[in-house]
């Protein structure tokens, strides 16, 4: 199963390098590269490779990447979670640019697989297509790197998906700006056999999506930290089961006043994380750790003492299973 790794410890041994780089582009070898203007942050990564993401005067017209993900069950995608790990603004200091995040259902023919860049050829492949279904809006100015919290984008209007998705953001307005930000990823792009990471080239009706390992010559096998916010088509009192990722969840009652109740079952992890989020990315029930594994089990999460509001409650298996719920709390 797909992974993506994240660690806060990604981040205490910091390097600033005077190294121009460009961070749509490939970083070789298992160190993650952060290249805000002219200079490259390395990352030792303290679990197993690594690459972040960004902007930076990238010469090949590269301005959009997605991460496609497998769901077994009709959903409704209520908006993006992501982990961005720094943000640089450009030289202009040009206020008010802004991330688009964009979800799509994936087409059989929706992206491109480079099988020889001289002469350059490639084959058709599952990918995001042009169709958006969905899409939400992020200020640069609203992005959370001091506290490693989550960020979260909710769609104008959530979309009723059925079958396999990909999330993506178009970075084209902070490029133009000259603004860098950094999308924590790993290196198990292919895990499974599935190529589900995305670059996008071009603009307009020339925009073409590229497999993101095919596209650097098999040197960026990934995956990207942005995740889909899901609830169940209709919300129920006794359980709404979404398989997601290798991570099967039932959350109820929702709308919820006092205990919700996490049913779970996991691939291959057997334990699991439970962690209340707000909208702001920031966790509001500390991380709960429960015993988990193929066999369904249910656990409690007191959520009385938490204010009346949406929230997330992110779900992750320790060998990097994650799906994201979205939980309403009421107040009598």
């Not at 390395?42 to 960004?54: A, F």
């Not at 496609?68 to 450009?90: C, N, Q």
């Not at 390992?213 to 916010?229: K, Q």
């Not at 088509?233 to 709308?255: A, C, H, K, Q, R």
Request: charged share 15%; hydrophobic share 40%.
């Amino acid at each position: 199963m797909k992974r993506v790794l994240l660690s806060i410890a990604l981040f205490s041994s910091a390097v600033v390098l005077a190294d121009p780089g460009d961070t749509l582009g490939v970083t070789f070898g298992t160190t993650p590269t952060f290249a805000p203007n002219n200079q490259a942050i390395l990352l030792p990564y303290v679990l197993q490779g690594g690459y972040v993401y960004g902007v930076n005067g990238d010469p090949n017209e590269l301005n959009a990447i997605a991460q496609g993900y497998i769901l077994e069950d009709p959903s409704t995608v209520e908006g993006v979670l992501m982990f961005v790990g720094a943000k640089t603004k450009g030289p202009a200091n040009i206020p008010n640019t802004r991330l688009t995040f964009n979800l799509f259902q994936m087409s059989a023919t929706g992206a491109q697989k480079i099988t020889s860049p001289n002469p350059f050829a490639s084959v058709p492949v599952e990918g995001p297509g042009s169709t958006v279904l969905a899409s939400g809006q992020l200020f640069f100015e609203e992005i959370d790197t001091a506290s490693l919290a989550y960020s979260y984008v909710g769609f104008t209007v959530p979309a009723q998906v059925n079958g396999n998705i990909a999330v993506g953001v178009d970075l084209t307005d902070l490029k133009t700006a000259g603004d860098t930000v950094g999308f924590i990823c790993d290196n198990l792009g292919s895990a499974n056999g599935i190529d589900y990471a995305f670059h996008r080239a071009g603009s307009g009706q020339t925009a073409v999506w590229y497999t993101t390992n095919s596209l650097f010559g098999g040197a960026l096998d990934n995956n990207i930290a942005i995740f889909p916010v899901l609830t169940a088509p209709e919300p129920s009192s006794i359980g709404d089961e979404i398989s997601f990722m290798g991570l099967s969840t039932s959350v109820y009652p929702n709308p919820v006043s006092n205990t919700l109740n996490v049913t779970l079952s996991l691939e291959t992890s057997e334990n699991a994380h439970l962690t209340l989020l707000q909208a702001t990315g920031n966790a509001v029930v500390s991380s709960l750790r429960v015993k988990a594994g193929k066999v369904k089990t249910t656990h409690q999460l007191d959520v009385s003492n938490v204010s009346a509001g949406n929230y997330i409650l992110l779900i992750e298996g320790e060998n990097g299973e994650r799906t994201a719920r979205k939980v309403i709390i009421t107040r009598q």
